[in-house]
C-alpha cells in the first residue's frame, strides 16, 4: 500500500486549474458544480469525475467546508513527541486512531511525531494530551498558539 | 458550541460535511434531504457560518507533495520576545509562508518562539526561502531550525463525534 503522502494520480492542467479555482472558495447556489465548471469551460460531469478522482488517489485530501472549531468555542494545539525509530508505527498507529487527532506529521528531528489536535471544548485537549500519555507512554509535549500572525492554507499548483 | 450560537442543525450539518460536500450536482439538496430540512435552511446555514468564522471557506485541500510541493519545512526561530510580534506579522507577509505562528517554547529542549510553514519544489528551494526570513530577523534571531515532513500519517481534519 502506497505511503499517505504519495499521491495515486498524475495531475493534468485541468486537474490544476480545478485545484487553484476550488481553493478560493465555492458557491452556495443550487448547482454550485455547474457554475464552477462553467467558469473554467469544462462539464459538470467532467468536474465532478475529475474531485471524485482527485480524493480516490488522494491528490486532495478534502473537499468541503473547513471548520474554524475555535469559533465553536474549541482548540485546535499542535503538539509533538520524541519517538525512538522502533517504537515509531507502533505509536503512530495509537494516535492516529484517537478522533480528536486532526493531521499527524512525521518530520526529520529528534521531535519526530508533530499532530494537531482539534477538540470540541477547551478542556478536550487536556483529555486528548492525557490520553495519548497514557496510551503510548511517551511525553506529549505541547505548542498552543499565542499569537497568529498569518495562515493561508493555498497554495498554487504551478 | 451553544455559547457561540450553533444549534443542533449547525451540528448536524457539520457532522454530515465534515469528511467532504456531497459530488452530486445539488449538494444542498442532498444535505437537506439526509438532515430533514430545505435546500434553502443548508445553504442560509454554511452562509451564515462563513460569515461568523465558523467555516473559514468551502474548498479544496490539496495534498502538498501531489502539486509539486515536495519539500514541505515547518522552519523554527528563536526570536527576541520584545521583537518577536512585529517580526512575525513581517514574516507571515512573505508570499511564500503559508502559516506563522508565535508559540511557547519548551526548554530546555525546545528554545523556538516563531513557527513559519515554508514549501518548495525542492529542498534547495525551501533553504533560500529561509535565508530572506533570516535576513528579516536579523541579530533578533538567535538560533533557528527546519523540520522537513517526510510522511502525512493522518490529515482529515477536525471530526465532531456523532452523537
Known amino acids: 500500500m502506497p505511503e499517505p503522502s504519495e499521491p495515486t494520480r498524475q495531475v493534468d492542467a485541468t486537474d490544476k486549474r480545478i485545484i487553484n479555482t476550488l481553493q478560493d ?4 447556489g443550487d448547482e454550485p458544480y455547474r457554475e464552477v465548471a462553467e467558469r473554467l469551460g469544462i462539464s459538470e460531469e467532467d468536474l465532478l469525475a475529475r474531485l471524485h478522482a482527485m480524493l480516490e488517489s488522494r491528490v486532495l485530501t478534502r473537499f468541503g467546508p473547513m471548520f474554524q472549531v475555535e469559533r465553536m468555542g474549541g482548540a485546535f494545539v499542535l503538539a509533538a513527541m520524541r519517538i525512538p525509530e522502533a517504537d515509531f508505527e507502533r505509536v ?4 492516529n486512531g484517537l478522533p480528536e487527532v486532526a493531521h499527524n506529521y512525521r518530520r526529520e528531528h529528534a521531535f519526530n511525531m508533530w499532530f494537531v489536535l482539534a477538540t470540541e471544548t477547551r478542556a478536550g485537549i487536556a483529555a486528548a494530551i492525557d490520553d495519548i500519555t497514557r496510551l503510548t507512554g511517551y511525553a506529549v509535549h505541547a505548542f498552543p498558539k499565542e499569537r497568529e500572525y498569518f495562515v493561508e492554507m493555498k497554495l498554487d499548483a504551478a | 458550541m451553544s455559547d ?6 449547525d451540528r448536524r450539518l457539520i457532522v454530515a460535511t465534515q469528511a467532504g460536500l456531497p459530488l452530486v450536482s445539488r ?3 442532498l444535505l437537506g434531504e439526509q438532515l430533514g430540512v430545505a435546500a434553502a435552511d443548508v445553504q442560509a446555514r454554511l452562509q451564515r457560518m462563513l460569515e461568523g468564522g465558523q467555516i473559514r471557506r468551502i474548498g479544496a485541500v490539496p495534498n502538498h507533495y501531489a502539486i ?5 519545512g515547518m522552519s523554527v526561530w528563536d526570536v527576541a520576545d520584545e521583537h518577536v ?4 506579522a513581517t514574516v507571515g507577509a512573505l508570499a511564500f509562508v503559508t502559516h506563522c505562528y508565535r508559540r511557547p517554547r519548551s526548554l530546555p529542549e525546545w528554545p523556538y518562539n516563531l513557527f513559519a510553514m515554508v514549501h518548495g519544489g525542492g529542498r534547495a528551494e525551501v533553504a533560500e526561502k529561509l535565508a530572506r526570513i533570516a535576513q528579516i530577523l536579523g541579530a533578533d534571531c538567535r538560533a533557528h531550525d527546519v523540520l522537513y515532513s517526510t510522511r502525512i500519517l493522518k ?3 477536525l471530526r465532531l463525534a456523532k452523537t
Open chain 2, 4 to 9: 457561540v450560537g450553533l444549534d443542533d442543525l
Open chain 2, 155 to 157: 490529515k482529515t481534519g
Open chain 2, 27 to 29: 449538494p444542498y439538496h
Open chain 1, 92 to 95: 503512530a498507529a495509537l494516535v
Open chain 1, 25 to 28: 472558495g465555492f458557491p452556495l
Open chain 2, 68 to 72: 509539486g510541493y515536495t519539500a514541505n
Open chain 2, 85 to 88: 510580534d512585529a517580526l512575525g
